[in-house]
């Protein structure tokens, strides 16, 4: 499962930081998952469940934020909404185009006690 080998990257990254700063447990972590990321919620919970027992982040509230797809057309130039990675430029039609948004998949903040 794909979503498993996320979770154990975040708890690497997230002992990691706490070592940093010397201290014993994490408040909360707030993650950045776009919506066109691939993540399945569902599954990066379950994951999380079975993971985080006895670690640092056991009881560590999780904030999951989930920015939506947008993109910016290398033709027109104008910026939309994508619901996939396959969506054509709504105004041109164009299939050439930079995601700006919504593939994010990471740490945005982690809250220390
Ligand atoms: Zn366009």
């Known amino acids: 499962m794909h979503e498993l080998s996320i979770v154990m990257s975040i708890l690497e990254t997230a002992k990691n930081e706490l070592s940093k700063v010397k201290e014993s447990s994490i408040e909360s972590i ?4 776009g919506l066109l990321s691939g993540i399945e919620i569902d ?3 379950f994951a999380w469940k079975i993971s985080v027992e006895n670690t640092v982040l056991q009881n560590a509230k999780k904030i999951i934020c989930r920015p939506e ?5 290398t033709i027109c130039n104008k910026k939309f909404k994508i619901d996939s990675l396959f969506d054509p430029c709504p105004f041109c039609y164009s299939f050439n185009k930079k995601v700006i948004s919504g593939k994010e998949l990471k740490i945005k ?3 220390v006690l």
């Open 30 to 33: 707030e993650l950045e998952i």
């Open 43 to 45: 599954a990066l919970n």
């Open 69 to 73: 797809g947008i993109a910016k057309c």
């Open 109 to 111: 903040r982690l809250t």
